[in-house]
């Protein structure tokens, strides 16, 4: 099995087969094909925010094959010392090309996270995103992802099945979201 472990590597993965992780025994890692980890990178749209306190929400992030709970922690205080630094640096780049640093209901966004279970429920600890991707940054997210699928995670199953099933997604996220 290739550990991820020692890497801060964000897997790119669809909503689906982040609800589907196995866990790994005794450790905060999970298990995709081949692969261990903990963090992953999704692209989709803000579904809902839940504003919790001042500096913790919420938000329902749907890609077109399943939605999944993501939170957020606002400022450096309320996150993990070891994300802190880098939240700080995500703030100061965004001020400086001047993002806003919201998510709203309806836009795109691109996250990077750490997948954990609360409760019996799959979710993701947001420690980084980008908010209002345009079409053209999604589109490249998904063929990115569609890449990876094919011929890293997943390079010894029957090519033309996994294809098929990888672009049912892709047309699916076309349907959903009007990115066809």
Do not use: W
């Not at 692209?43 to 919420?58: A, C, L, M, P």
């Not at 569609?146 to 672009?167: C, F, R, S, T, W």
Request: charge should be positive; charged fraction near 30%.
């Amino acid at each position: 099995m290739r550990a991820l472990r020692e890497m801060n590597v964000h897997l790119k993965l669809f909503i689906s087969d982040i609800l589907e992780l196995k866990n790994v025994p005794n450790d905060n890692r999970y298990v995709f094909n081949n692969f261990e980890l903990k963090n992953v990178e999704i692209v989709g749209y803000v579904k809902q925010k839940k504003e919790i306190r001042k500096n913790f929400t919420i938000y329902q992030v749907d890609d077109g094959t399943g939605v999944i709970e993501c939170k957020h922690f606002g400022d450096e205080k309320a996150f993990p010392q070891h994300l802190a630094g880098m939240e700080k640096i995500s703030k100061l780049l965004l001020m400086k090309v001047g993002a806003k640093r919201e998510l709203l209901v309806g836009s795109a966004v691109k996250l990077c996270g750490s997948v954990v279970e609360y409760k019996g429920k799959r979710e993701i600890l947001i420690r980084r995103f980008i908010p209002n991707l345009d079409k053209n940054e999604e589109l490249i997210q998904l063929y990115e992802k569609l890449a990876l699928y094919g011929e890293v995670y997943v390079p010894n199953l029957d090519k033309n099945e996994e294809l098929i099933q990888l672009y049912e997604k892709l047309a699916l996220y076309g349907e959903v979201y009007g990115t066809k």
